[in-house]
T-cell receptor
Framework: DSGVTQTPKHLITATGQRVTLRCSPR?????VYWYQQSLDQGLQFLIQ???????AKGNILERFSAQQFPDLHSELNLSSLELGDSALYFC???????????????FGEGSRLTVL | EDQVTQSPEALRLQEGESSSLNCSYT??????LFWYRQDPGKGPEFLFT???AGEEKEKERLKATLTKKESFLHITAPKPEDSATYLC???????????FGKGTRLSVIA
């Protein structure tokens, strides 16, 4: 158990809909990362938050947004869903202090999104 | 563009048959290379960190090594429980987060 909690574990929805994925980081970790994993693309970095502020952005679509709340949990919002958005969405946390970017991330078990 | 390439995509071994997985990278400044293990339906689990060429790390039947352009994950006398996807990730210069390779799917047959 990594200590990172993601909900829901599975989600099935239709094209055009909007969903919210939730992540609670490990106790004490201030940094949260979101990754998308599909069969053909592997793990793709979406976005990183540190202590409530956006720190880095990857190839995140404009239809996607995220935030980190004062209690450090994070939410990833996916809207106007398309078939191609079907994937595993992972949240990870780390002890990143804001000065350096560590490579040791602790991943949750993911949220599997299926868009029909 | 900084890239991470892993080979082979899939590897099937008999129990006890040692082998190596490769991770190569094109880099504009390597800050660190990391190996993760991912079991089906689970999130990746951190294994090793390597920072400089010549560095080696070991854990049970796994040993990771690093050169200037690639890393190897050596698996000695593997067991079926070593079956998983092994991911390599690189931390490049600047403030960019980890860049992952697509992984090597390892199957160890008893």
């Amino acid at each position: 158990d990594s200590g990172v909690t993601q909900t829901p574990k599975h989600l099935i929805t239709a094209t055009g809909q909007r969903v919210t994925l939730r992540c609670s980081p490990r106790s004490g970790d201030l940094s949260v990362y979101w990754y998308q994993q599909s069969l053909d693309q592997g793990l793709q970095f979406l976005i990183q938050y540190y202590n409530g502020e956006e720190r880095a952005k990857g190839n995140i679509l404009e239809r996607f947004s995220a935030q980190q709340f004062p209690d450090l949990h994070s939410e990833l919002n996916l809207s106007s869903l398309e078939l191609g958005d079907s994937a595993l969405y992972f949240c990870a946390s780390s002890v990143y202090t804001g000065l350096t970017t560590p490579g040791e991330l602790f991943f949750g078990e993911g949220s599997r999104l299926t868009v029909l | 563009e900084d890239q991470v390439t892993q080979s082979p995509e899939a590897l099937r071994l008999q129990e006890g048959e040692s082998s190596s997985l490769n991770c190569s990278y094109t880099v504009s400044g390597l800050r660190g290379l990391f190996w993760y293990r991912q079991d089906p339906g689970k999130g990746p689990e951190f294994l090793f960190t390597l920072y400089s060429a010549g560095e080696e790390k070991e854990k049970e039947r796994l040993k990771a090594t690093l050169t200037k352009k690639e890393s190897f994950l050596h698996i000695t006398a593997p067991k079926p429980e070593d079956s998983a996807t092994y991911l390599c990730a690189v931390l490049f210069s600047g403030n960019t987060p980890l860049v992952f390779g697509k992984g090597t799917r390892l199957s160890v047959i008893a």
